[in-house]
């Protein structure tokens, strides 16, 4: 049996980072960038006014009550226009006319003297007006050569709308690592229109892995289930490998039953083991080994708590790896419920989270821990992570927590 981070450390031995390819922004949402993004542009790319008013020349603070007429209009969109001297009346996000260098709100003036048509053509200040009030620099967001989005970013909509506004028409991405999902069990049932007859249950943790997989940046090829014997099971690696896979991740017969055919399976194909069982709980059977040629095997066992937990703390770190993502941060939360792990295991609890009077994280372990239970872990918000040495865990002991699920945040509730 091995150590979680012993584990991990052989995974990553053997998962390289993918190629990369160019990707058009508006299919990126959810890539990893395999290279940094230069802008060439600045940001804003002109200085523009940030309210409705009047562009003046401030250089020195022009009064209040002072009077000034107007030259002109500047609407967003009008080219550049050189000004002299005076106040022009411009819009928001207008470019300033050449010459002039700050904006009074239109509110904090009074209108003078204007055309029938209502055209402005004198105002006065009611305020004290300095060179650059209300006026939005050239380059102020974002310089022209600056790096803005470093390799390893994953694209969210925050990141596209900066990469749309610096004309970024396409980016270089990693490819999407390529996994098929076999789940093993003459028991589950794929379609969940058909009825149940005796000892039958509903396939979820295929489903499960595909939406996981899919939240932590994968391309799942394929999501099959076959019957409890190592042929079929061989067969459906040799499937994935014809395809392409990069990873393979499959759930039950893993452990040391009669019906437990994984590990031979593997044997008889030539694959070479990168450990099987891990000190942890739930989900201590698990299996890690490479085919020859390709691709990774990691075999969970079928349990469901055994499978999101596998899910979240050895195939998503193998998929950071292959996208060539560093170590995912790590964060704590104060323990509300106290915990008496078992030693020597690792391990992973379903936990709700809020957020206390002081404004503390804090995290509460879910009651219902077994393994079989997937109704508290929908109920959940992440994990508490509990250490081979925790010990006797107090409430308000600091402890590492995780969310639900790769590629989301925790969601913090206030205090209950």
Request: proline content about 7%; aromatic content about 4%; some cysteine.
């Amino acid at each position: 049996m091995i150590l979680y981070h012993d584990a991990i450390a052989r995974l990553r031995a053997v998962a390289a980072r993918l190629p990369s390819e160019r990707c058009a922004v508006g299919d990126a949402l959810g890539r990893v960038l395999a290279a940094p993004v230069t802008s060439l542009i600045a940001l804003p790319s002109f200085d523009h006014a940030a309210m409705d008013g009047y562009a003046l020349a401030a250089p020195e603070p022009l009064e209040a009550g002072s009077e000034h007429v107007v030259h002109g209009s500047q609407a967003a969109g009008d080219a550049a226009r050189r000004a002299e001297g005076g106040a022009w009346e411009i819009m928001t996000g207008a470019r300033l006319p050449d010459g002039l260098d700050a904006v009074v709100a239109v509110e904090r003036t009074e209108l003078l003297d204007a055309a029938p048509d209502g055209t402005p053509r004198r105002i006065r200040l009611r305020d004290e007006l300095g060179e650059g009030q209300n006026v939005r620099h050239a380059g102020v967001d974002v310089a022209s050569g600056a790096i803005v989005l470093t390799a390893g970013t994953r694209l969210q909509p925050a990141q596209l709308m900066l990469l749309a506004a610096i004309g970024v028409p396409e980016v270089q991405v990693q490819r999407r690592p390529r996994v098929v999902v076999i789940g093993t069990g003459k028991e589950l049932v794929v379609d969940p229109r058909q009825p149940l007859v005796d000892g039958q249950i509903y396939a979820s943790n295929g489903p499960y892995l595909a939406a996981a997989l899919a939240l932590a940046g994968a391309q799942v090829l394929s999501c099959e289930v076959v019957d409890d014997t190592a042929v079929t099971y061989a067969d459906a690696l040799r499937r994935a490998q014809r395809a392409g896979a990069d990873l393979v991740v499959s759930t039950g017969a893993v452990s040391m039953g009669r019906y437990d055919f994984v590990p031979e399976a593997l044997r008889q194909l030539g694959a070479s083991e990168l450990f099987h069982k891990v000190a942890m709980r739930p989900g201590k059977p698990l299996l890690a080994a490479t085919l020859p040629d390709g691709p990774l095997v990691m075999a969970l066992p079928g349990t469901p708590m055994a499978v999101a937990a596998g899910m979240r703390f050895f195939v998503a770190p193998v998929l950071r790896t292959l996208l060539g993502q560093g170590d995912e941060p790590v964060v704590h939360a104060l323990l509300d419920t106290p915990q008496q792990p078992k030693a020597g295991l690792r391990h992973f609890l379903r936990a709700t989270f809020f957020v206390d009077a002081e404004g503390h994280l804090r995290a509460r372990v879910m009651p219902q821990q077994q393994p079989f239970r997937i109704l508290p872990f929908a109920q959940s918000d992440g994990w508490v992570v509990l250490d081979e040495d925790a010990g006797d865990c107090a409430a308000g002991r600091l402890v590492e927590v995780a969310s639900l699920d790769a590629g989301t945040a925790l969601p913090l509730h206030p205090l209950a």
